[in-house]
């Protein structure tokens, strides 16, 4: 059985009062959910802030991207090992956002993975299409390149502590939400291509996450489905009432 993971992509807000707070009543609230993993990335510049407040909860500390080069002239980037020195476990790697916005590559995402396994940290690995991609049918065609580039050159061994995020663009921050059929269909596209890469164990040990507008609300249906091991959570991961309730919904 894959355990769930819920992790919350705090993205660029709170202040520092904000962020401890917030972490403070995730961490009050850990304690329930004793069966699943939950995730905060916070801020860079509040890491170290929210490891404090979350103390000796069951909660792992997440970093919100990464550079790949271990140390150098590299004005305002981040290296793996400095994610390390503030106690994080897990990175995001492949946000849409950094791919849209910041225009990062596959081949950018897959350095920083290689540099996040050889580093020691869990790397999340989002992939999803945008809207028109969608409608005209080209969903898989998408995924494959990314999956293909994006996680190129890594081991079985490698591969068995990845995790994926299944995250459709056009779901991001919209409101809009894949239906639990049309999320179940890609993350199950994405077991066999793990299948075809590796081999059906690794497959079946991969946790692979929807993120998009995912809520209280319509977290269990998603959560219910076969292939769909947890949620990186956006807005709603703000509130700590709607992060854990999430995380209930996988009960």
């Avoid at 849409?96 to 940290?121: I, Y």
């Avoid at 269990?220 to 309730?245: E, H, M, R, S, W």
Wanted: charged share 20%; aromatic share 6%.
């Amino acid at each position: 059985m894959r355990r769930p993971l819920i992790a919350g992509n705090w993205k660029m807000n709170t202040d520092r009062a904000a962020a401890v707070a917030l972490a403070a009543g995730v961490a009050k609230g850990a304690v329930d959910f004793p069966k699943l993993d939950l995730v905060v990335c916070p801020p860079f510049v509040y890491l170290e802030a929210v490891r404090q407040a979350l103390g000796n909860a069951p909660v792992s500390l997440g970093a919100q991207n990464m550079y790949h080069q271990s140390q150098g002239a590299f004005t305002g980037e981040i290296s793996p090992g400095m994610l390390l020195d503030l106690g994080c476990r897990f990175v995001i790697l492949g946000h849409s956002e950094r791919r849209q916005l910041f225009k990062e590559t596959d081949a950018e995402v897959n350095r920083k993975l290689l540099a996040a396994f050889a580093a020691g940290l869990t790397p999340i690995v989002c992939v999803g299409e945008l809207l028109a991609d969608r409608e005209a049918g080209r969903t898989h065609e998408v995924i494959r390149r990314q999956f293909d580039c994006s996680l190129a050159g890594i081991s079985a061994e490698q591969a068995g502590r990845l995790v994926i995020a299944y995250e459709p663009v056009w779901a991001i921050g919209t409101g809009r939400v894949a239906s639990p059929e049309q999320a179940q269909e890609v993350h199950h596209d994405l077991r066999k291509m793990l299948t075809e890469r590796y081999n059906a164990e690794v497959a079946a040990a991969v946790r692979i996450q929807y993120g998009g507008s995912v809520k209280p609300d319509n977290a269990a249906a998603l959560l219910a489905q076969p292939d769909i091991d947890g949620a990186l959570v956006g807005g709603a991961c703000l509130k700590v009432t709607d992060f854990l309730g999430i995380a209930a919904a996988c009960r």
